[in-house]
């Protein structure tokens, strides 16, 4: 520092600058001491704190406060069996019959003990929610199908035993039921259906973890994934994990508007792709469940499939949509009521249906003894069916094809399907395939040899001869496809093949 900078009574390390006679102390962090200021390397007292004048993000607190009472976690106890392996039956290599190996190994074999697997106590955790003050619980069927005893666990750590009131495997829901004085605290599913894009609030017992608060948004509708014959599933993004199954998915009215069930994971763990049963086919099935213990469905006895573009055309249809109906069940409500193969279910009562799978949802909503109007597409024009549906039986029945007994005389190749068809060997008056052109529309379409052709447009067929000039006739009148009947297995199917034109 220069000398004549240098101020009468200041310290070592300080300064102060006079301007016009007044002393002005640059305050560095440091402490004015007689009239000086130590410097001590802080930050200048002109800088501010960062400040953001913002909306706050969204808050779904007020929904978990209310809702988090009435989600339980489920521990279930059940009896695993033992995987060790009864030495009478473990496998040996195949041994020449009568070799000196092959009667030491069978001799070894009678020696050892007839052991018997042993079950075993094993746990699983799932969640569920009360739907009653008193002491109703909604949770999947999986959760709880091997119990031995279910065991309620509450937000506050109370443990109430729980019995099973009923479980429905088709739609994977159960319902519990709690023994106690006390009213506890429930919830109920919502009226209206989330819309694509709402936010949903997921709480549940994830890894065990109870009480478990997750959020996201319904990522899409009417997902079918396999799980059971009525699969009609909301797809969600909130985290979704192993104990999750039960729980339910709320919107911001604390409203249920899914069951949480399953997740798409390759790891096991949450990928952002979950699975939750639709409030409205869950309230149904509970309600069900609370009064009769069972789910009773209603029954139209036909076996469908969906109406693609090529079937639509051969069927003279303006566009895709619907259902197909490949077989009616003797003495079923549908036979009764005159539906016929080869008719295209369109709408039930009034309303349109849009494939196959919507035609089964719609009819197991209905409940057996209603009438349903259903309207159907027959020899190109549409008509409306009125039919009194039966019940769901336990067991799916299989239709069976009665064959003709017209001998067939020759077999015929229709090379434009890549494929060739001729008499059964052994059944008098059935024509099948024969052959089929890996590379053809027949093999694309699903036909392999040996499949039986039942129809061809409509009408039944005994000969190689029929079917070929069925076909043809099918392509003269100027039709995009010709519709085939086709056994292929135990159930009938129809398959459409589409003309070639220049």
Known sequence: MNEHNKQPGSKKGTRALALGGTALALVLGGAILGGSLEIRGVAPAYAEAVQVQGVEPLSFADVVEKVRPAVVSVRVKSLREDASMNMRDMPFFDLPEGSPMEKFFKQFRQQQPNQRRESRPSTSLGSGFFISDDGYVVTNNHVIEKEQSVTVVMEDGTELPAKVVGVDDKTDLALLKVDSDRKFTYVKFAESQPRVGDWVVAVGNPFGLGGTVTAGIISAHGRQIGAGPYDDFLQIDAAVNRGNSGGPAFNFKGEVVGVNTAIFSPSGGNVGIAFAIPAATAENVIGDLQKDGQVVRGWLGVQIQGVDTAIANSLGLEKEGGALVADVIAGAPAEKAGFKVGDAVLAVNGETVKDSRDLSLR??????????????????????????????????QLASAEPSSDQPAQTSSLEEFGMSVGPSEDKEGVVVVTQVDPNGQAAERGLQSGDTILWVDNAPVTSAKQVEEKIAAAKASGKEAVLLRIQSGERPTFVPLTFARS
């Open 363 to 396: 009819i197991s909503r209905m409940r057996p003894g209603e009438t349903a109007k259903v309207t159907v597409w027959r020899d190109g024009k549409q008509q409306d069916i009125d039919v009194t549906l039966g019940k769901l039986p336990t067991n799916d």
